[in-house]
Nanobody, 125 residues
Framework: VQLQASGGGLVQAGGSLRLSCAASGRTFSGYTVGWFRQTPGKEREFVAGIKWSGGTTYYADSVKGRFTISKESARNLVNLQMNSLRLEDTAVYSC???????????????????WGQGTLVTVSS
């Protein structure tokens, strides 16, 4: 599965952006899809995840209530709607997917087999 993340850009604090993750080669059916972010010198951080079958969602505490992960079945996309963006949300955001991720591992980058290239989100004051 090849993943493509898009939608990053420059936004003012308090603004919104929507990221999308597209898969080529197959559908997301049966997969768990996660969004992670990383800034220079820091480890990759879990942001949100969704189990395609059933739609169960997971969020990092830092984004809960501000970000929403969702799936678009018709277009085989996983979107991350980011509202009330803060300066500390600035990062490169990447999507990842894998089959058969147990719930306790959804937040772990090592649980994901497929990664897309990142898209940069910059939040300015």
């Amino acid at each position: 599965v090849q993943l493509q993340a898009s939608g990053g850009g420059l936004v003012q604090a308090g603004g919104s952006l929507r990221l999308s993750c597209a898969a080529s080669g197959r559908t997301f059916s049966g997969y768990t899809v996660g969004w992670f972010r990383q800034t220079p010198g820091k480890e990759r951080e879990f942001v949100a995840g969704i189990k395609w079958s059933g739609g169960t969602t997971y969020y990092a505490d830092s984004v809960k209530g501000r970000f929403t992960i969702s799936k678009e079945s018709a277009r085989n996309l996983v979107n991350l709607q980011m509202n009330s963006l803060r300066l500390e949300d600035t990062a490169v955001y990447s999507c990842a997917s894998s089959r058969t991720i147990i719930t306790s591992s959804v937040r772990m980058p090592s649980a994901y087999a497929n990664w897309g290239q990142g898209t940069l989100v910059t939040v300015s004051s």
